[in-house]
Structure formats: C-alpha cells, structure tokens
C-alpha cells in the first residue's frame, strides 16, 4: 500500500450545511472502517483540507476522494493527490533512496 496525500482546495465558505457535513463524516467512517484513511482534517486558513489514504494506486485514490460529499457536491472546488514517500528511521529518513541521491548538490 502507498500513501497519498490528498488537499481539498478552494472551499466555498459559507456554503457547509449539517446534512453535506453528515455525508462527508459517513465517508470519512467508512474510509477509516476500511483502513484506507491515516489522517484528515481543515487546515487553519479555513480554505484547504488534507487526507492522507492508503491506497494501492493514485487512480484508487483519486476515486475516494471524488466519492467524498465534500468533492461531488462543489463544497471543496478543487484537489490535489500526491503519492508520499514516507521517510522514517526503518528507511534511514530516505537517505539513500535514489530520488533523494540524485538531488545530492555534492556527494562526499
């Protein structure tokens, strides 16, 4: 499974109603029953949101965020979904990884 990040973008303020808000939580529920959301939440600045999903392929994850009430019915206007490569201490923080090397200014 990887991981890909989702943002929600261009939300229309002003246009949220309890019964959206409900559909998009019954989403989030279900998502989260079928261990495919890490993460969710809004961001501070009102206008963007992120999910972090396991999915086998973007294409898989492209298909749940636009199933997501929030998506389908124009609250958020747009998105983005990005594959994330985790680093963490069991890959030495992507030290070595071929991405991170030929981004290497200078090797010692």
């Excluded at 989403?27 to 969710?40: A, D, I, P, R, V």
């Excluded at 963007?48 to 636009?66: F, G, H, S, Y």
Aim: hydrophobic fraction near 35%; include cysteine; proline fraction near 3%.
């Amino acid at each position: 499974m990887q991981k890909f990040v989702a943002i929600l973008k261009d939300k229309k303020k002003g246009m949220l109603t309890e019964a959206l808000l409900l559909k998009h939580v019954e989403h989030l529920t279900t998502l989260n029953y079928q261990s495919k959301l890490l993460l969710c939440g809004p961001f501070k600045d009102n206008d963007k949101a992120i999910q972090i999903l396991n999915c086998e392929t973007i294409n898989e994850a492209k298909r749940l965020v636009e199933a997501d009430p929030f998506i389908k019915e124009g609250y958020y206007d747009s998105y983005e979904i990005n594959e994330l490569i985790e680093a963490n201490e069991e890959n030495n923080w992507l030290i070595d990884i071929p991405q991170t090397q030929d981004n290497v200014k200078e090797k010692s």
